[in-house]
Structures are given as structure tokens and as C-alpha cells.
């Protein structure tokens, strides 16, 4: 995404430094080799300059703008790098999604994690943002219709970084609600995973041939997850109406139609443990069940706590006993959307 953020930018006109990280020297090698990027499949603009790890103080050069792209278990290494290149007055904005939880369960979202290691005199002078919404990577980069939301504390900022981005093609709109925005963009890639169990049920039945999907179970997990973002929101200080639009269930939507957390929730939903699901993908990088694993740990301890009630949630700790305790899939149904009132069974005078 980090990569397929250069599109909106040079077509705009702006001059953008491509920075790998120790992981992605082949990348950067083919950009300047070929003018592709291979994981795109796309050619970059001439626009774009690609530049190594050890070439990233000439990259920041003059920067105004500092995009941070790495997946969710590299932004404390991220933030380490940004600590020693950031300067007074750039505007720092993220595209990785996930929490982070404190030993009492209190959760904390990424871009606060991405700037506490920046000494404090040059932190409280940079401005700090994220991107968040329904974007696949690989449709930006192929300039289709997107929209999406900078969320951040500083209107003014958020203006300017929307109008640096936005085209005809990319749209995007500013919301003060950072924490709300954070929390459905970390919780939708774990509803979106489960979502994917669906599918994977059926092949578990034998079912996997029948022209009749399961489709009613995928929208009933969907208005479950949907309801369950709104109650993250709310729980950790944000705007439960952010869940109703792109932040929340228009990024749980383009989530769940495909993508490494909705292939590994097809895996599991065959009967897979998790380890076995996510060797046969090839172990990658899965921001869902990562996530699944914070939430579900930090429920525990926010139930202990009475913060939430125990009957708060099941959706997603049921996701945690699949993912995090690799116990067999068994859907709560009954107790979704409040709790199904008990089934009465009429009998004869």
C-alpha cells in the first residue's frame, strides 16, 4: 500500500521518495532496474524514486510529507527509524492497521505507537494522521474509484494532506475522530476473517459444490461484526457513527470480499487449526489474526475489570478461542445481536 500510495501523488504532481525496508531490497532493485513493481505487477511513475534502507536520510531530504507503510509488527521498528529522520513541521501520516494492548487489556491504536518513540520536542511539532477505508492496494495502484478518510487531531493538517492526495479518482474525506477510525480499521481485518469461515464450513460439509452458498451465514457475521465495531468505537472513546460509514463498514465490506484474512478464515472454517492454516498460505503476514489475538487477550482482562460484560462481544471472542487457543469452530449464534430469545415449543391441550 505504502508503494500504491505514489499513484494519487504523482499524478498530482509531487515529487515522491520510495524507501524499502531490509525486507524489500528486491523490490527496490526491480524498480530501478525494470520501472515495474513486482508485487503491483505495475510500472511506477518517473515521478516515484526508489532508494535503499541505507539511502534514506538523502530520501528525507526536504520531505513535507512522511508516509509510513510497514506491516503491524514493524511499527515499533518504524518508529525507531522516524525517531532519528523526522523534522519540526512535517506531516507524518500511516496506512498499517492494528492495536496494541497494556497489561490491563487497555488497547492503544498504531499512529500513537508510531510517534512515542519520537523525542517529544520534535513529536508535539509534527503533525500525525492515518488513512483509513476501503483500499486494496493493487486497484489503487491501477487508479480505480477509491475513497477513503484522513482521520488526525489537527484540521488543518488533514486539509492539507487530503489536498495532496485527493485526484479525480481518489477522493478523500477528513474526520477528528482518530481514535474511532483506527479501532474499525484494526477490528474490520479480524470481522473479515471470520466472515471468511463461511465458505470453508461448506467444503467441511461436502457441501462445497452446491450452487447454494452461504451467503445468509456471511451477512449475518457481517451485521454481527458490524455491530461489534460500533461497540469497539464507543468502548475506547471514539464515535460509534464512524463504524456506519467507510471506516467502519465500507472497509469491513472490501475486506471481506477477498484478501489473505478471508482465505485463512476459508482454511479454518474446513476444520484447519490456525497453525496449519497459516502454513498452507505460506506463514504470511496476517493483520487479522494478529489483531484477533490482542482484541481477545484484552477482553479477558476488560471483562475481569467489569469494563465490558461478559456477554459483550462474542463474535470476536469466539474468533480469539479459533485463532488464539486453536479451539474448534462452534459459532454462538444464540448469543449474536443481544441474544436470540429462547425457542418456545408449542404443545397440544
Not at 498530482?12 to 530501478?32: F, Y
Not at 486497484?139 to 487530503?162: K, P
Not at 460439509?205 to 452458498?213: F, H, L, N, V
Not at 469494563?307 to 471472542?317: I, N, T, Y
Request: aromatic share 6%; hydrophobic share 45%.
Amino acid at each position: 500500500m505504502g508503494s500504491a500510495m505514489a499513484a494519487p501523488l504523482a499524478d498530482n504532481g509531487h515529487d515522491v521518495r520510495l524507501v524499502g525496508t531490509h525486507l524489500d531490497r528486491e523490490i527496490v532493485d526491480a524498480i530501478r532496474s525494470t520501472g515495474v513493481h513486482p508485487g503491483l505487477g505495475r510500472e511506477v511513475s518517473s515521478a516515484v524514486r526508489a532508494f535503499q534502507l541505507e539511502e534514506v536520510e538523502a530520501a528525507f531530504e526536504d520531505a513535507e510529507i512522511v508516509l509510513s507503510g510497514v506491516n503491524s509488527d514493524g511499527v515499533e521498528w518504524a518508529a525507531e527509524r522516524l525517531a532519528a529522520l523526522l523534522r519540526p513541521g512535517q506531516l507524518v501520516i500511516a496506512v498499517t492497521k492494528g492495536v496494541r494492548a497494556e497489561r490491563n487489556g487497555d488497547l492503544r491504536i498504531l499512529p500513537d505507537v508510531l510517534a512515542e518513540r519520537v523525542p517529544a520536542d520534535v513529536r508535539e511539532r509534527v503533525g500525525w494522521a492515518a488513512i483509513v477505508g476501503p483500499a486494496i492496494a493493487g486497484e489503487v495502484a491501477a487508479r480505480r474509484e477509491t475513497c477513503v478518510v484522513f482521520c488526525g487531531t489537527d484540521q488543518t493538517a488533514l486539509d492539507r494532506l487530503a489536498e495532496a492526495f485527493r485526484t479525480d479518482w481518489y477522493h478523500a474525506w477528513t474526520s477528528l475522530d482518530l481514535i474511532g477510525c483506527e479501532i474499525c480499521a484494526a477490528a474490520k481485518n479480524c470481522y473479515a476473517l471470520g466472515i471468511g469461515l463461511a465458505e470453508g464450513e461448506l467444503e467441511r460439509r461436502g457441501e462445497g459444490d452446491s450452487p447454494d452458498r452461504a451467503h445468509n451465514y456471511e451477512a449475518a457475521l457481517f451485521a454481527q461484526s458490524a455491530v461489534e465495531i460500533r461497540q469497539w468505537a464507543s468502548l475506547l472513546g471514539g464515535d460509534p457513527g464512524t463504524a456506519a460509514w467507510l471506516p467502519g463498514v465500507g472497509d469491513l465490506y472490501v475486506t471481506s470480499t477477498g484478501g489473505r484474512n478471508v482465505r485463512v478464515g476459508h482454511l479454518l472454517g474446513t476444520g484447519l487449526g490456525f497453525g496449519d492454516a497459516a502454513a498452507r498460505l505460506g506463514n504470511p503476514t496476517l493483520e487479522g489474526a494478529a489483531a484477533i489475538k490482542v482484541f481477545g487477550e484484552a477482553l479477558g482482562k476488560l471483562t475481569d475489570r467489569g469494563a465490558v460484560g461478559e456477554d459483550d462481544f462474542p463474535l470476536m471472542r469466539h474468533l480469539y478461542e479459533v485463532i488464539g487457543l486453536e479451539r474448534p469452530l462452534n459459532m454462538p449464534w444464540s448469543r449474536f445481536f443481544g441474544g436470540e430469545p429462547t425457542r418456545r415449543v408449542a404443545r397440544s391441550a
